[in-house]
């Protein structure tokens, strides 16, 4: 089934001087303009294309990909402004619509902003939103704790960071869960700290203190394996050098390496750590 919005590999079925029409399947033939067609495209052949509405409302196949497909969120820039509300660039010729009543907050020319793309059920035109609220979950009963997810950092408040989860629901990332600064529009890895009475999802950068460690105490292991048995990255390295690395905060890192120097397992020293 051919989804708009998404990528889809179609074949050609017919050759003109404009470009190529396309087997849409159920929605009938789509055109790929000759500005995108690959090389040696023949009738036969089978493209990867993506499929959406031009300005004539008109199916359109692309061999751009854009920034964000249907069902997905993402952080934009807006292009301009007009009546019909504001157009984000997402890596296309034709820019994305915000409408006006899918504005969180009126939009403004030149700013960013997280928003999650849907399908307009009544044109399938593409649209996107940051009333995030409105499209995805706040609650969630299949999530469990100490899960990795993904996580699009959507908004701040006094108890915490907002966070976009997996691209269909919202969590949030309380203050004393944030070893580290965190930006709006920023996409970060992290953990399901727990689900609330009521359902709603709190989140984690890391594993609380203790689950997870063997996982941590196994990549450790393994980075210096990877490294000929030593490493320069101790218990006194910045802990940006060990969030990037690692994903945790140097206390856990910490912690993690005092476990496998009590197990015999590695040598701490000032400069680096070696595998025994």
């Not at 055109?31 to 409302?57: A, H, Q």
């Not at 006006?100 to 403004?108: A, L």
């Not at 953990?191 to 990549?219: T, V």
């Amino acid at each position: 089934m051919v989804q708009i919005g998404q990528v889809n590999k179609l074949q050609v079925v017919k050759i003109v001087d404009f470009g190529v029409y396309l087997d849409g399947e159920e929605l009938q033939n789509i055109l790929l303009p000759k500005r995108y067609l690959p090389e040696e495209c023949n009738r036969g052949d089978w493209v990867s294309v993506f499929i959406y509405m031009d300005s004539e409302d008109l199916l359109i196949a692309t061999t751009e990909t854009p920034f964000v497909s249907v069902g997905k969120s993402a952080y934009l820039k807006v292009k301009q402004l007009n009546d019909v509300g504001a157009f984000l660039d997402w890596g296309l010729s034709k820019d994305l619509l915000v409408p006006y009543n899918e504005q969180h907050k009126p939009m403004e020319e030149g700013r960013s902003y997280v928003v999650t793309v849907f399908l307009d059920e009544h044109t399938d035109r593409i649209v996107a939103s940051s009333r995030l609220s409105r499209h995805l979950d706040e609650t969630s009963v299949y999530f469990k704790p100490a899960q990795p997810v993904d996580l699009l950092i959507c908004g701040r408040s006094d108890m915490g960071y907002k966070a976009v989860i997996n691209d269909t629901h919202l969590g949030l990332i309380f203050k004393d869960e944030a070893f580290k600064p965190l930006s709006y529009g920023k996409k970060e890895q992290g953990f399901i700290h727990s689900i609330r009475d009521d359902g709603k999802i709190n989140l984690a950068l890391q594993l609380p203190a203790g689950k997870g460690r063997d996982a941590l105490s196994e990549q450790i292991l393994q980075h210096l394996k990877d490294n000929g048995g030593s490493s320069e990255l101790t218990d006194k390295s910045a802990p940006d050098d060990i969030y990037r690395l690692f994903n945790v905060s140097k206390k856990n890192y910490k912690k993690a390496l005092g476990a496998l120097y009590k197990q015999k397992l590695i040598l701490i020293e000032k400069d680096k750590l070696t595998l025994l």
